[in-house]
């Protein structure tokens, strides 16, 4: 008949790591972000070092005019401009995130 709702937990939305450069001030930092906002979404983070906002993804068309036709993130712009992206999984992405972990927090 009438059975009690059950919480099933939260939620858990796959995340993306990334680390880069920022072109003004050159401070080198990583970001994360759901995998949905950079694949359906708009990503925008905002530099450690000057405070200056980095649009990562707009998959909505939101910022047409920073973007040229077709390109939706970081990677469509990098690859217009002759530059790979690299995009790491599993053990590869593990030890570049100790890395960058272990340069950061000396």
């Known amino acids: 008949a009438n059975a009690e709702p059950v919480s099933l ?3 858990i939305q796959p995340k993306i ?3 880069f450069t920022c072109c003004r ?3 080198r930092q990583m ?3 759901t995998r949905l906002a950079y694949e359906k979404g708009v990503v925008i983070v905002q530099c450690k070092g000057c405070g200056v906002r980095h649009l990562i993804a707009d998959n909505l068309g ?3 005019d920073w973007l040229e036709d077709g390109d939706q993130n970081v990677q469509d712009i990098m690859a217009r401009k002759g ?3 690299p ?3 599993g053990d590869e992405a593990l ?3 100790e890395e960058w972990n272990e340069d950061n927090t000396k």
Do not use: D, N
Request: hydrophobic share 45%; aromatic share 20%; with cysteine.
């Open 17 to 19: 790591s990334m680390i």
């Open 25 to 27: 001030c050159e401070t």
């Open 9 to 11: 937990g939260p939620v």
């Open 31 to 33: 970001r994360s972000f």
């Open 87 to 89: 995009r790491l999984q």
């Open 95 to 97: 030890a570049l995130w």
């Open 83 to 85: 530059v790979t992206v």
């Open 62 to 64: 939101w910022y047409y």
